[in-house]
C-alpha cells in the first residue's frame, strides 16, 4: 500500500507543474495586462508603462511564472492582489471558508437524500414512485443552476414585495443589522441566509446523484451472484443491503475525490446570483480585472484539491474493495 | 419445426423466412432500438421543431434580430384574443400604455380597449432595416456575404402588427425594448447549434489525439496524456472563464466571436474522449484483424481509419447526444457571466443576464417574461438528454431489449 501511495503522489508532480503552467499560459494569453487600464492617462502618459514595470508584469511569461512558482514552494507566498494589494493568502482564505460553509452542508445533505432515493428507485424500478423520481431527476437535470437560483430570488423578492419581509433571504451571507446581533442571534442570522443556496446547491447535484446510484444499483443487482443469493433463499433485506449496496455504493465512492472542486465550480453561479461571498464571485471579479495572482492562487488550490481528492478516493476504494490491486 | 436453421438474434428482428438469417447493419439495428423509445421519438420531435424555429426565426420573428424599442421596455406581453363582445371575430390585440404613478413611482401598464389592432398574418415589413437573408441563405458567414456583395431582401413575416406605429410582443419585450419572442428565436440559433459544433470538434479533437497516442504509444502516448490530465486537473468551469478572458475584451466580430465560443467549450470537453479513445484503440490494436491488416502491408493512416475508428463510433454518437445538452448549459453559463457570445448578438443564457440585473428590483410577478430564455434551456437540454437516452440504449448491445 504506501509503495503504490508514494508512486501516485510523485505522479502527482508533473501533473501539477503541468497544470499550473497551463494556467498560467492562459491567463497570459488575454490582450493586455493589469497595467493596461492605466492607458489613457492624461496626466502621466508614462503611467502605464511605469506601472507595468512596479509590478514585475514586463519580465517575460516564463520568468514570471518562474519567479511565482519559487515564492509558492519555498515560501508558500502566493503573490499579493494587484487591485486590493492585498496578500492572496488573506484575500482568499475567508472566501474559501464561505465557499465551504455552503457547500459541505450541502453536499451532505445532497448524499443523505440521493442514495436512499437511488435504492428506492433501483428497488422498485418501473413503479409508480420511480417513475416520478426518473422525471423528476430527468427534470432537475435539464435546469442550469443559476436559473434555478435566479427564480429562487425572484420569488424570494416578490413574497418581500408583497409581505415587506423575506420569508428566506436570498442576498448575502448575513442580514444589514448582523453586528448588532447578540452571538446566538448572529449564529441563527447566518444559518436563516443558508438555506436558500443551499437548497439550490444540493438540489443541483441531487438529480445527478440519484440517477448515479439507481443505475449502479440495477447493474449490481442484474449480477449473476445476486440470483445465486436469491436462489440459496437469503432475506430480501439482506440481499439488497448486504450483497448489493455494498457493491453498488463504491462507484459513489469514487466520485468523492473529484466532487469538491466540481462543486466549488458547479455551487459558483449560485454564489454569484444570489451574492454569495465565495470563491466564484472573486475569480470572476479576478478575471476582468485581470488579476493574475488571485486567479492563480484559486486554480492552484483547486489544482491541488482536485489531485488530491482523486487520490483519497482512489485510496478509499482500494481500501473497501478487496477487487482491487495496487 | 423441424428443420429450420437455428436463427442468430439480431437485434429484435423477425426474419419472414426462418431459414433466411440476414444480417443486420448497426444502422438499422439501432434504429429498430431508437423506436422503441417513444420519449426519445417525441424529444426527436420537439428537437426538430425548435431547431426549424431558429433556422427560420427571421421569418417567425415579427421584428429584426437587433430591433430595440426605446420606448417600450419591459412592456408586458400582448395578449392575443378572438373574442370581441362574444362575437369570433380575426386575432387582434389591445395597444399597451405606460403610465408613471407618481406616488410610487412605478411605470404600470395598462391595455387601451378602445383602439383593438388587428393582427395580420404574413405581414411584410419593408424598412431597409428589417430586410433579411431567408433560412439556407443565412447559414452564410455574414462577412462572405458582404464581400459577394449580397443584400438582404425577404420581407415577409409570419404575423406582425397590422399597424406599424403599435408594437406587437407576443412574450412582452425586455429592458432595451427588444421582442422577447423574436429574441429568443434568434438565440435559439446559437444557443442549440454552439452546442453541437463544440462537441463535433471536441470529438475531432479526442478522436485524432486519443487515436494517435493509443495507436503510436510510447512518448507520443506519454506527452499527449499527461497534457489531458493536466488539462483535467484544473476545474472546467474555472478553466472555461480563464479561456474566455482571452477574447472578450476585444471587440470581435459576433461570427468570430461564435466560433471561439465553440472552440472554448470543444477545450474542456476533447480530454474525455482522448482518454476513452485511447483505451478502446488500446486494445484494439492487439486484436486479430488488426495484426491482419499489418500483415497485408496496410498503411498507419489506414489501420487507424478503417479498422480502428469505425469501433468508436457507438462511442461518439452516444458520447455526443450526452455531450451537447451539457454544452448548451455551459455556454448559457458563460453567456451569463458575461464571457460568452456578447450583445448584440444574443443567445438563452445572455437573455438571462438581463434577468439577473433586473431581479432584485423585481418579483418574478412583474416581468416573468425575461425569464423564458430558461424555459427554453430548460426544453432543450431535457430533449436532448431524453435523445441521448435513447441512442445510447439503441447503440449499446446490453441495454437492447
Known sequence: MIPYILRRLVNLIPTFFLATLLAWIVIDLAPGDFASQFAINPLDPNAEARIRASLGLDQPMLVRYLYWLRNVITDFDFGFSLTSRNNVTNLILPRMENSLRLLLPATIITYLIAIPIGIYSALNKYSFGDRVLTVLSLFGLAIPNFFLALIFVAFSVQFFQQNGFFLIPTGGMTSQNYSQLSPGGQFLDSLWHLIAPMIVVALSSLAFITRIMRGEMLEVLGQDYIRTARAKGLARRSINYKHALRNAILVIVATLGGLLPGLIGGAGTVEYVMRWPGLTPLFLSSVFAQDVYVLMAILTILVVLLMIGNLLSDLALALIDPRIRY | MADTVPVVPSGGAEPTDARVVRSESLSTIAWKQFRKHPMARVSLTVLGVLYLLAAFADFVAPYPERYIDPGATFQPPNRVRFWDEGRFVRPFFYPREQALDFETLETTWTEDRDNPVPLQFFARREGVRDRYFPFPVNLIPAQLRQTLGMRPWATLHLFGSSDPEVPFYLWGSDDLGGDVFGKILFGGRISLSVGIIAAVVAVFLGLLFGGLAGYFGGWVDEVIMRFVEALSAIPDLFLLFTLSAI???????????????????????????????????????????????????????????????????????????????????????????????????????????????????????????????????????????????????????????
Open chain 2, 247 to 401: 477574447f472578450y475584451p476585444l471587440n470581435l466580430p459576433a461570427s468570430t466571436v461564435f466560433m471561439l465560443v465553440v472552440v472554448v467549450l470543444a477545450m474542456i470537453g476533447w480530454g474525455g474522449v482522448a482518454r476513452t479513445v485511447r483505451g478502446q484503440v488500446l486494445s484494439l490494436r492487439e486484436r486479430d484483424f488488426a495484426y491482419a491488416a499489418r500483415s497485408l502491408g496496410a498503411s498507419n493512416a489506414r489501420i487507424i481509419r478503417r479498422h480502428m475508428l469505425p469501433h468508436t463510433l457507438s462511442f461518439v454518437i452516444v458520447y455526443m447526444s450526452l455531450t451537447i445538452p451539457s454544452f448548451i448549459i455551459t455556454e448559457s453559463v458563460l453567456s451569463f457571466f458575461g464571457l460568452g457570445i456578447q450583445p448584440p448578438s444574443t443567445s438563452w443564457g445572455l437573455m438571462l443576464s438581463t434577468a439577473q440585473n433586473f431581479v432584485g428590483v423585481t418579483g418574478l410577478g412583474d416581468r416573468w417574461w425575461i425569464f423564458l430564455p430558461g424555459l427554453f434551456i430548460f426544453i432543450a437540454v431535457l430533449t436532448w438528454n431524453l435523445l441521448g437516452d435513447g441512442l445510447r440504449d439503441a447503440f449499446d448491445p446490453r441495454s437492447r431489449q
